[in-house]
Structures are given as structure tokens and as C-alpha cells.
């Protein structure tokens, strides 16, 4: 073992330093380089856009400064097939947030519901709303009391909105959807504790 | 004409019959895509696409800074808005003239004055065109209820900021009120990017007729005749056809004079459309709106009176005169358009997107068939339902019945679920054959129609 990063040499870790300085100084907010079997992204802890379109540059290839879409932008390079082993600095804790307006739904917790809780099921397939408009409170957040006919969120498809009633009373105990995601029809939207029954 | 490179701001049918009239008069084309339709049938026909953004509408199609870049970006000259989208946003026709491109529709003027609907109605009064009993802007759903007891039950709630049926919403028991402005006030600002509603009180048994209007930057003003587009579902209209039937030559030439004489008080410029409710009780018409663009069933005016009104909109926006005078316009046979919507009659029209597997319309020299759809096609859930219009013609209304009925009876399509075998049902009605048409006919056809016919999926 030559140096801090394991499997790559002292050439590669000087070429990558040099990579992490011209980000820094650069105009952009990422870079994301492919050659053969490694591909390394640098971010400054601002995320891509999830949903960047890629912009081939021409002659700019293989190693550019070029805009891809990615899944979760941390400082890492790979190298196939050895497992990872290196790990540039980590970028702020805050640029492993999804980006806001994101439409990839984030990994959803999977975690068992409450006992004695019953589902709000989605009636349709279409876009997830919790607020009436954006500017908007939601219509309902965890804690708060729903009567059968609460409008809870409304979901979009082919530009009609249809409000959807809570359909049961109680007190809502976790919302299972994220804003602008596509839900499916029965997909669990809201999990609520019936009044009466005990908390 | 003094621009020779178009930006098609819009998607779907629209899209395709917009880039054929500018092929028609040599224009260039260059269409503005979200990521949802790169691929769409009027993609491959522009000449070049410019991608506008991710597939939901509001940070795609709806944004007028978005659409006047790509316009700047691509080098066009002028730019068509289509129906619906940012078709009526006076900020978008702004913003073309502030950066020189010519906005193919009537002045920023006009579409303020008649886009906003209560400006609209204040316009009619002025002008002697009788509207409905109403409200001014509505902010709450408790002093929607106020109102509704003033003008009594039933009302329509409407978006201030458009038509097309976003937005618009019947209330007639007041435990309503709370559900309806909420959805109502959602859906008008996700298609007008405004949520103010206002109250109409609503006429039962009434007649949605409609006239085409055209205007030049000269001043003159003209009449392309009427349509009837009562049957609606959702307030959305399903079948449109032209001349009306059954109503007086009086009460015609009456709604006639009536747009006219509005039209032309605003000097307005561009194809326009407007609205009229006939209640046929009263017999009695009102102003319901004016709308400052082309609309979706425009095709059976085009087919009586043999006018391209899209490539008039071209001509008109390049500062032309219109080339015929009232006089010269001249109406033969009867049209009658049904739209094929991705929906299912017998679940309330609810949406039914997904991949087309088969399509094979009917082809015959009287028929007429605006889509941008095709076997293969994914239907996306992002936009309207419109999959298709079929148009045909007659030499009169009952030929043009049995003719599209015959259509609609060869028309296939596989893999979603669609309005044809609803719309062949409604062809086949007596009530449809002897013109016997209001706005509610379509709740009371449905609850006729065998079931299990239009269920396929």
C-alpha cells in the first residue's frame, strides 16, 4: 500500500487532487468523469439535478466536465473490479439530501405499521398531492385529526384532480407518499389510528 | 410572410396539425418537447425539437420564460401557442414582443381582457350581450356559500383565469361546497397557474353554442357561423358539431350579431371563439366567455366553410387582411366532430392511460382524423386525455350522424380503454338524431348504455 487510497497509485491520487482543485475553482457544481472501468464524480455539496438531461460536448470526451444524471452525487471513485476502496473528503452532510423538486422518490421506510392502524389507500393511479396548491399547508400532516370526509391529498391524472376523502376517522400517523410521486392505485397513502380505539 | 422559423409550443393532436399548416405555407418548424414526448408523433414530423424540461407541465409547457428561451435558442420568429397550456397567457404574447418574435394569436390586450372571465362579463354587459346572474373573484369556500345563497342552487364554481373545463365545478347541495372549491380551485391553478373562482348561477337544460370569429390588425372582423357544443362530460366537450340544430334562423342570427359586435368592440385580431349558454327554457341566450385562441374543434367549422382558420391565424399574425369578407363566406353540409378520449364511460370518464397496441381508424373521402396517435404510442398521464378527433361531413345533419356513427363503428383501438364505443352509443340515440341536446345529456346517456360495452381494457 503506496498511500492513503489503497489501490490507486501515487500518479492517480495526484491526478485526482488536481481534478478536486479545478471543480473548486471552476464554474461548476460537479464533474463526473468515465474512463474504462472507473467512473469518479466530484460534487461541491450541491447535487445534480436528478433529472439533468445528459449534454454530450463535442471533443470534450473522456475526461470533461459533463453533466450526467446520477444517482446519489457523493465523492467516490470505483474501480471495477476490485470493490471500492477509496474515498475522496465527503461533501457536506447536507448535499446527500435529495435535491429539492427531485421527482425520484426517495428509499421509503419499510417499516411496519402501527398495530391498530388502517391504510388511506390511493382509489387511482396519478400524481401525489399533499397540498391544495404550493403555496399551501397540506392538507393533513402526521398528528393531525381526519373525520371521514377530510380531503386528505389530491392525486392528478391526465390533469384531473380528484380530492380523496379519508374515508375512516381518526388521527393520522404517517404519510406514505411524497409529493409529485406516482402512485399507484391501492398503494398505501396515509396510515390512521381509528377514533376510539386506544393510542 | 415576414418569419419563416416556428416554435410549436404545444404537444399532442394540436401539435400535429399546427406543424402541418406551417408545411403547407413553407414555414419551418421547431417543437418544443418535455421529456415525456420526445418521441411523439409531431416530433418526428418538425423539422427540429427543442427540449423544454421534465414531463410535468407546470416546469415544462406551462412556463412562459421556458418557452420564449427555446424560441430565442432555436432562432424562431414567431411562435404558436395551440389550445390550452399558455395558449391564453398574456404574459407569454408579452414576452414574444418584448423579444421579437411574433405571437401567432390576438394582441396581449385582448388576451387579458377577455382571459380574465369577470373583465370578460363586465365587457359583454357594456356592450349589451346579456351574461348570468354571478359572483365577482370567490376566496373562500365560505363566502362561496354565502353567494350561492344569494343567487340560489344550483351554481357553477369557474376559474377566473380559463375555460376548457378546468376548474369549473356544479354544486347543488351546500355540504358540497368545502370538497368542490378545493379540487376546483387545484385543478385551475395547475392549468392556468391561477386559483381565483368565481359563481355562475347554472342553467339546467341549456345549449353550449359557440361562434367562430376572425379578425385582422385592419379592424375587420367576421363570423365563420356557430357551433353546438353541448354534449359535455366533466365540462369538457365530447361531440361538437356545426350548423346548431334545431334552433331558430332568429336566435342563430341573433348569438351571430351578439359575437360580432364584441369582437369587434375590442378590435380584436386572430381566430377567437365566443361562448354563448342557450337556456331552452327561456329561450334565452348569455354570454358565457371569449376564447383568444384556437380551439380544439375548430375542424367543423373548417369543414362547412372550407377555411383553414390555423393558416389564417399565420396570415393574420404576418400582418395580412383577411382575404374573404362575410359576404364571401359561405357554409355547405353539416360537420360533426367526436373526440376519442383514454377514458372509461362507464367509471365517471375516469382517465385510463397506458400503451396503445392496436389502432386502425376508419378511412372514407368525408372523413376527417386529427391525432398524434399510433399502435405503440404510451399514452402518458401527464396531460389530457385527447387521443383523437374524428371529423366527418354530411350534405346534412342526418347523413353526417349515420356517416359518423359507421365511422366510429370501424374504428379500433387496442390496449386502453376509450370513449368509441360511448360516442357510437350517443350516434345511434334518438334523442342525438333529432337534435334533442343539452349539457346534461351525456349523465343521462350513460345511465342508458348497456354496460360491460365500453369496458375494455
Keep these: 500500500m503506496k498511500n492513503a487510497f489503497g489501490a490507486l497509485s501515487d500518479e492517480e491520487v495526484r491526478q485526482l487532487t488536481l481534478l478536486v482543485e479545478t471543480l473548486d475553482r471552476s464554474g461548476f457544481d460537479f464533474l463526473q468523469l468515465a474512463v474504462a472501468d472507473m467512473t469518479l464524480t466530484l460534487s461541491k455539496g450541491t447535487p445534480p439535478p436528478a433529472q439533468m438531461t445528459a449534454i454530450p460536448l463535442p471533443g470534450a470526451a473522456p475526461a470533461a466536465l459533463v453533466p450526467r444524471p446520477t444517482a446519489m452525487p457523493t465523492a467516490a471513485a470505483t474501480r471495477a473490479p476490485s470493490p471500492p476502496t477509496a474515498t475522496l473528503p465527503s461533501p457536506p452532510a447536507s448535499a446527500a439530501a435529495p435535491p429539492s423538486g427531485a421527482r425520484a422518490p426517495a428509499p421509503r421506510k419499510k417499516a411496519p405499521p402501527e398495530a391498530g392502524t388502517l391504510d388511506i389507500k390511493a382509489p387511482l393511479k396519478g400524481l401525489f398531492y399533499s397540498k391544495p396548491d404550493p403555496a399551501s399547508p397540506p392538507f393533513i400532516s402526521v398528528g393531525g385529526t381526519v373525520s371521514e370526509s377530510s380531503t386528505v391529498c389530491l392525486i392528478e391524472i391526465m390533469k384531473v384532480f380528484n380530492a380523496v376523502p379519508a374515508g375512516v376517522a381518526g388521527v393520522i400517523t404517517e404519510i406514505c407518499a411524497q409529493d409529485a410521486e406516482i402512485v399507484e392505485a391501492g398503494q398505501t397513502l396515509f396510515r390512521v389510528r381509528p377514533a376510539g380505539s386506544a393510542a | 410572410m415576414p418569419f419563416?422559423?416556428?416554435?410549436?409550443?404545444?404537444?399532442?393532436?394540436?401539435?400535429?396539425?399546427?406543424?402541418?399548416?406551417?408545411?403547407?405555407?413553407?414555414?419551418?418548424?421547431?417543437?418544443?418537447?418535455?421529456?415525456?414526448?420526445?418521441?411523439?408523433?409531431?416530433?418526428?414530423?418538425?423539422?427540429?425539437?427543442?427540449?423544454?424540461?421534465?414531463?410535468?407541465?407546470?416546469?415544462?409547457?406551462?412556463?412562459?420564460?421556458?418557452?420564449?428561451?427555446?424560441?430565442?435558442?432555436?432562432?424562431?420568429?414567431?411562435?404558436?401557442?395551440?389550445?390550452?397550456?399558455?395558449?391564453?397567457?398574456?404574459?407569454?404574447?408579452?414576452?414574444?414582443?418584448?423579444?421579437?418574435?411574433?405571437?401567432?394569436?390576438?394582441?396581449?390586450?385582448?388576451?387579458?381582457?377577455?382571459?380574465?372571465?369577470?373583465?370578460?362579463?363586465?365587457?359583454?354587459?357594456?356592450?349589451?350581450?346579456?351574461?348570468?346572474?354571478?359572483?365577482?373573484?370567490?376566496?373562500?369556500?365560505?363566502?362561496?356559500?354565502?353567494?350561492?345563497?344569494?343567487?340560489?342552487?344550483?351554481?357553477?364554481?369557474?376559474?377566473?383565469?380559463?375555460?376548457?373545463?378546468?376548474?369549473?365545478?356544479?354544486?347543488?347541495?351546500?355540504?358540497?361546497?368545502?370538497?368542490?372549491?378545493?379540487?376546483?380551485?387545484?385543478?385551475?391553478?395547475?392549468?392556468?397557474?391561477?386559483?381565483?373562482?368565481y359563481l355562475e348561477r347554472f342553467i339546467p337544460n341549456a345549449r353550449h353554442i359557440e361562434v367562430q370569429v376572425l379578425g385582422d390588425r385592419f379592424g375587420n372582423v367576421i363570423q365563420l357561423g356557430e357551433r353546438d357544443c353541448s354534449l359535455q362530460r366533466r365540462h369538457q366537450k365530447v361531440v361538437e358539431e356545426a350548423p346548431a340544430p334545431a334552433i331558430t334562423e332568429t336566435l342563430r342570427e341573433e348569438i351571430h350579431q351578439a359575437a360580432v359586435t364584441l369582437a369587434g368592440k375590442i378590435a380584436y385580431e386572430s381566430a377567437g371563439t365566443i361562448e354563448f349558454i342557450v337556456d331552452q327554457d327561456a329561450k334565452t341566450f348569455y354570454f358565457l366567455e371569449m376564447n383568444t385562441r384556437i380551439q380544439v374543434e375548430h375542424p367543423v367549422t373548417e369543414t362547412i366553410t372550407g377555411i383553414d382558420l390555423v393558416q389564417e391565424q399565420f396570415r393574420i399574425a404576418a400582418g395580412e387582411r383577411l382575404s374573404f369578407s362575410q359576404a364571401e363566406v359561405n357554409f355547405t353540409g353539416h360537420a360533426i366532430e367526436c373526440?376519442?378520449?383514454?377514458?372509461?364511460?362507464?367509471?365517471?370518464?375516469?382517465?385510463?392511460?397506458?400503451?396503445?397496441?392496436?389502432?386502425?381508424?376508419?378511412?372514407?373521402?368525408?372523413?376527417?382524423?386529427?391525432?398524434?396517435?399510433?399502435?405503440?404510442?404510451?399514452?402518458?398521464?401527464?396531460?389530457?386525455?385527447?387521443?383523437?378527433?374524428?371529423?366527418?361531413?354530411?350534405?346534412?345533419?342526418?347523413?353526417?350522424?349515420?356517416?359518423?356513427?359507421?365511422?366510429?363503428?370501424?374504428?379500433?383501438?387496442?390496449?386502453?380503454?376509450?370513449?368509441?364505443?360511448?360516442?357510437?352509443?350517443?350516434?345511434?340515440h334518438e334523442d342525438f338524431a333529432a337534435g334533442r341536446v343539452n349539457t346534461r345529456l351525456v349523465e343521462e346517456l350513460i345511465a342508458q348504455m348497456p354496460n360491460g360495452v365500453g369496458a375494455t381494457e
Excluded at chain 2, 403547407?24 to 427540429?48: F, H, K, N, Q, Y
Excluded at chain 2, 427555446?70 to 432562432?75: D, Q
Design chain 2, 4 to 197: 419563416t422559423r416556428v416554435l410549436v409550443a404545444n404537444r399532442g393532436e394540436i401539435a400535429v396539425r399546427i406543424i402541418h399548416a406551417c408545411q403547407t405555407l413553407g414555414l419551418e418548424t421547431v417543437l418544443a418537447v418535455s421529456e415525456a414526448d420526445r418521441d411523439s408523433l409531431p416530433a418526428r414530423m418538425a423539422d427540429r425539437t427543442v427540449c423544454i424540461g421534465p414531463s410535468a407541465a407546470t416546469q415544462s409547457y406551462l412556463d412562459p420564460r421556458i418557452i420564449v428561451t427555446a424560441a430565442l435558442g432555436t432562432g424562431a420568429e414567431a411562435l404558436h401557442p395551440g389550445y390550452g397550456f399558455l395558449a391564453e397567457s398574456a404574459e407569454l404574447a408579452e414576452l414574444c414582443a418584448a423579444h421579437g418574435i411574433t405571437f401567432v394569436g390576438p394582441q396581449p390586450d385582448h388576451i387579458r381582457r377577455m382571459g380574465n372571465k369577470l373583465e370578460a362579463r363586465t365587457l359583454a354587459r357594456l356592450h349589451g350581450v346579456p351574461i348570468l346572474p354571478g359572483s365577482e373573484k370567490v376566496h373562500s369556500w365560505e363566502e362561496a356559500a354565502k353567494i350561492a345563497e344569494r343567487i340560489g342552487l344550483p351554481v357553477m364554481m369557474k376559474a377566473a383565469a380559463g375555460g376548457g373545463g378546468r376548474g369549473m365545478k356544479v354544486v347543488t347541495a351546500p355540504g358540497d361546497m368545502q370538497r368542490m372549491f378545493t379540487a376546483a380551485s387545484a385543478e385551475a391553478r395547475s392549468a392556468f397557474g391561477d386559483g381565483t373562482l
Design chain 2, 339 to 428: 373526440r376519442i378520449t383514454a377514458e372509461l364511460p362507464h367509471e365517471g370518464f375516469r382517465p385510463n392511460p397506458g400503451r396503445i397496441t392496436a389502432w386502425n381508424p376508419p378511412v372514407a373521402p368525408h372523413i376527417r382524423l386529427d391525432t398524434h396517435c399510433y399502435a405503440g404510442y404510451v399514452v402518458p398521464i401527464f396531460y389530457d386525455s385527447l387521443l383523437a378527433k374524428l371529423i366527418v361531413y354530411g350534405a346534412d345533419r342526418g347523413q353526417a350522424v349515420a356517416r359518423m356513427r359507421d365511422a366510429l363503428a370501424h374504428f379500433e383501438v387496442g390496449g386502453i380503454g376509450t370513449t368509441l364505443p360511448f360516442l357510437h352509443f350517443v350516434m345511434g
